[in-house]
């Protein structure tokens, strides 16, 4: 069974850096895409950044581009989302997922992940 289990978020002020982690166990990791989305308060989840399975190809949401880099350790089971100057609008639980198919193009839509950690919490003070 797949698992993905988040760590990095915390309690930052705005303009500083966190960088989470996702580490998966179980499966197959490197032939498969991991994306990181998150959830806001009474909102509903949303992409944030994505890497293929090569690390190779990365999307991101427009507005974490230039902020945000995702980035992926084969041989250690990890994907990492390296955030900087974080915004009070970047507050949310972020959420790591494996894409359903093995390779293939990226799509940027949650549809295209189906094994899902538990999330970890991002707070950005201003």
């Known amino acids: 069974q797949v698992q993905l289990v988040e760590s990095g978020g915390g309690l930052v002020q705005a303009g500083a850096s966190l960088r989470l982690s996702c580490a998966a166990s179980?499966?197959?990791?490197?032939?498969?895409?991991i994306g990181w989305f998150r959830r806001a308060p009474g909102k509903e989840r949303e992409f944030v950044a994505e890497i293929d399975w090569s690390g190779r190809t990365t999307n991101y949401k427009t507005s974490v581009k230039g902020r945000f880099t995702i980035s992926r350790d084969n041989a250690k089971n990890t994907v990492y989302l390296q955030m900087n100057s974080l915004k009070p609008a970047d507050t949310a639980v972020y959420y790591c997922?494996?894409?359903?198919?093995?390779?293939?193009?990226?799509?940027?839509?949650?549809?295209?992940?189906?094994?899902w950690g538990q999330g970890t919490q991002v707070t950005v003070s201003s």
């Open positions: 179980g499966g197959t990791f490197s032939t498969y895409a």
């Open positions: 997922a494996r894409k359903r198919q093995s390779f293939g193009v990226l799509r940027s839509a949650e549809s295209e992940y189906n094994y």
